[in-house]
C-alpha cells in the first residue's frame, strides 16, 4: 500500500513563491498519475494540476495556469507542485493523491491514495 507525505507548506505574501513535495513510499510510483488538489474552509476538495506516470503530460486547473508547475521525480519517488505569483485565493489545504486506473484526471473520487496535507497560507 502506497503512502504519501507532502511537506512544503507555510504562510507566504502574496505575489510569492512555495514549492510542495510529495513523497510516496510503498508502492510503485512510476506507473501513475498523480495529482495535486487543495480545499479551502468551507469549499470543496477541487483539483489544481496532474501529471502523468511518465511526466510527459500535466493538466492545470484554469485558476492556476501559468503560476503553477506540477513536475515529478520517478527516480526519487516525488512529485513537486511550483507555486509562483501566489494570490490570497490559493490558500487551502494541498493534498497529493495517486491515480491507479484510468479516467478523468480532475475527479477526487478516481484516486486511490491520499496523503495528510499541508497548509498553504497567503496573505495580502
Known amino acids: 500500500q502506497v503512502q504519501l507525505v507532502e511537506s512544503g507548506g507555510g504562510l507566504v505574501q502574496a505575489g510569492g513563491s512555495l514549492r510542495l513535495s510529495c513523497a510516496a513510499t510503498?508502492?510503485?510510483?512510476?506507473?501513475?498519475?498523480m495529482g495535486w488538489f487543495r480545499q479551502a474552509p468551507g469549499k470543496e476538495r477541487e483539483f489544481v494540476t496532474s501529471?502523468?506516470?511518465?511526466?510527459?503530460?500535466?493538466y492545470y486547473a484554469d485558476s492556476v495556469k501559468g503560476r503553477f508547475t506540477i513536475s515529478r521525480d520517478n527516480a526519487k519517488n516525488t512529485v513537486y507542485l511550483q507555486m509562483n505569483r501566489l494570490k490570497p485565493e490559493d490558500t487551502a489545504v494541498y493534498y497529493c493523491?495517486?491515480?491507479?486506473?484510468?479516467?478523468?484526471?480532475?475527479?477526487?473520487?478516481?484516486?486511490?491514495?491520499w496523503g495528510q496535507g499541508t497548509q498553504v497560507t497567503v496573505s495580502s
Open positions: 493523491a495517486i491515480k491507479y486506473a484510468h479516467g478523468p484526471i480532475g475527479i477526487a473520487d478516481l484516486y486511490d491514495y
Open positions: 501529471i502523468s506516470s511518465s511526466g510527459g503530460s500535466t
Open positions: 510503498g508502492g510503485t510510483f512510476s506507473r501513475y498519475t
